[in-house]
């Protein structure tokens, strides 16, 4: 079982560079989420996907785009990184938003230069 | 806000050692309460929940309780292996019901 793909696994990007981290699940649930982790922090919720064709905001979502481009998949987008968006990015995804398990990627470890 | 207060570590016990992580919670309404563990290079997997007051939830060998009266979700273990050795974290469903709050994480480091 595959469970929730997080590509790349690493990557070092110069300030202003862009890119843009995947994640896809094949569990068919209907919620996922993107997070950031840093040191002494947690994990931050940075955007959401309640159904297909839905993202809202979490707590951290200034300077990232997120697409849900269907039921599987759900993309994080970095337009012009900047050395604060060096982290650990996790995608997740549930059944239904609310109480319900989360199920996590391994994660994308990004640093910018 | 909700929020989760864990406590601070690293945390060092020798094997078969008794296991204490504390978390207490901020949250209105009624929240569910988790525990998620991160071993090395891996996201994080639930360890254990519980959905209302006084439940108790249980996995490995873990266990904790939901406490309303004091808000708290305390994580135990009567006797933490090597293989525990991982950062956990306690997390709620936050107010909006969006996703969940987590703790800063406490890492477990257990000794042969």
């Known amino acids: 079982n595959a469970g929730v793909t997080q590509t790349p696994k690493f990557q070092v990007l110069k300030t202003g560079q862009s890119m843009t981290l995947q994640c896809a699940q094949d569990?068919?649930?209907?919620?996922m989420y993107w997070y950031r982790q840093d040191p002494g922090m947690g994990l931050r919720l940075i955007y959401y996907s309640a159904s297909e064709g839905t993202t809202d905001k979490g707590e951290v979502p200034n300077g990232y785009n997120v697409s849900r481009l269907n039921k599987r998949e759900f993309s994080l987008r970095l337009e012009s990184a900047a050395p604060s968006q060096t982290s650990v990015y996790f995608c997740a995804s549930s059944e239904a938003a609310h109480r319900n398990i989360q199920y996590f990627g391994a994660g994308t470890r990004l640093s910018v230069l | 806000g909700d929020s989760v207060t864990q406590m601070e570590g690293p945390v060092t016990l020798s094997e078969e050692a008794f296991l204490t992580i504390n978390c207490t919670y901020t949250a209105t309404g009624y929240p569910s309460l988790f525990w998620y563990v991160q071993y090395p290079g891996e996201g994080l997997q639930l360890l254990l929940k519980?959905?209302?007051?006084?439940d108790k939830g249980s996995n490995k060998g873990f266990e904790a309780t939901y406490r309303k009266e004091t808000t708290s979700f305390h994580l135990e273990k009567g006797s933490v292996q090597v293989s525990d050795s991982a950062v956990y974290f306690c997390?709620?469903?936050?107010?909006?019901?969006?996703?969940?709050?987590f703790g800063s994480g406490t890492r477990l480091q257990v000794q042969p």
């Open positions: 519980a959905t209302k007051a006084d």
């Open positions: 569990m068919n649930h209907n919620s």
């Open positions: 997390a709620t469903t936050d107010t909006g019901r969006r996703a969940l709050t």
